[in-house]
């Protein structure tokens, strides 16, 4: 699980899944109006790097950009509650096959959805919080106090404990680079000895001692793509990954789900649907903030892709799903209870699996397909030390000196 992109602003010019409508000049036809009226259009990001802080994906700014069901408020939405700096035109920035070249070398040969939606309108802890536990317990920010909110079953971590099927959480440092940190009923004694710093997962997969469940997490600092990191040095890890899994003697059993946990504010046109409520938990707001629906409403669309041997070749499901349908995906392969209402009836992923593939032991990908090598060039690194670069004002498609392509989303705006 990545951190903070939306399906368009990563893979919407991908040309597979709903992605961008583009105009005649070949570049996305999507816009955004600011409170005034003025249009903002998709636009191709300068370069690969983000800005610090901007646009935003709290509680708040997620469901004024979502703006009563119409995704018109990207743009103008305050990155909090209590500011005046607003989410702005980046918000309408993308990127390419130039910028992401291995993200899209999987994309184009596995199966990708186009409907994997997050699974609130809220930011990181929350949206983690229900990939491992299937519910936030009220958590809508990250900066919450977590330390007494315990999901009912733990999470799916104990769960696998409960069964005796081994997992290993692969960490750049632990215990501030583990997920499961987020949740205090996660750090009982097996944690210690399942978590694992990441060059292990490189052992391990090259030795075929992989455990029957992996959590891979990035740098979150370096190589999660959350801003204001630049965004090669993500695709590099997901190479060094995807290689990594490609290479092991356990390829032909493997099946690894890439994810983003939410879309930090990047915009995306697909509205996110209702969705089912994991339990009575309401959300835990501040006084100046609203519950809005609760947790009945899926967050922002993010990218998601499967690589197996057994993946569908040249597929996009566009089958509803969440985070949650990664607990259901594991709890039907190891036939294990649900965590949470959510989770029990989310979509299991099995569209993305040729099962007549696998019945006839006919894998669709023997070996893993030559991939694009990542751009993590000094050129590309490059903006990690002068800046994003200059985005486009108002009213303009491209921004000077744009670098190719453009991106969109068919949003709208309206304060909450």
Known sequence: MMENHSFDNMIGMLGRGDGFTLGPDGKPTAMNPYANGTIQHAFRMPNTCQLQSQPSQTWFASHNSFSNGTNNGFVSTPINVNSSVINGAVTMGHYTEEDLPTTYSLAKQFPIADRWFSSALAPTFTNRMFLLAGTSMGITSDDMDQSTILPPRGTIVNMLDNFNISWKDYVSEFPSGSSLEIIPLSDNLTAAANNKLFPEFFTDAAAGKLPRFSFLEPNY?????????????????ISDVVNAIGNSPLWSKTIFILTYDEQRGYSDHVIPPAALRPDGVLPIVSP????YEGFQRYGFRVPTLVVSPYAKKDFVSSMVYDHTS???FIEKKHNLPAMTFRDANANDMMDFIDIEAMERKRPNFPKMPPLAPPENTTAALACSLTGLGVIPPPGTTSPPNDHGGNHGSDDHHNHQ
């Open 221 to 237: 600092t370096g190589t999660s793509q959350e801003n204001p990191q630049n965004v090669a040095n993500g695709d590099s890890f």
């Open 288 to 291: 100046d903030e609203f519950i």
């Open 326 to 328: 990664i607990l259901s």
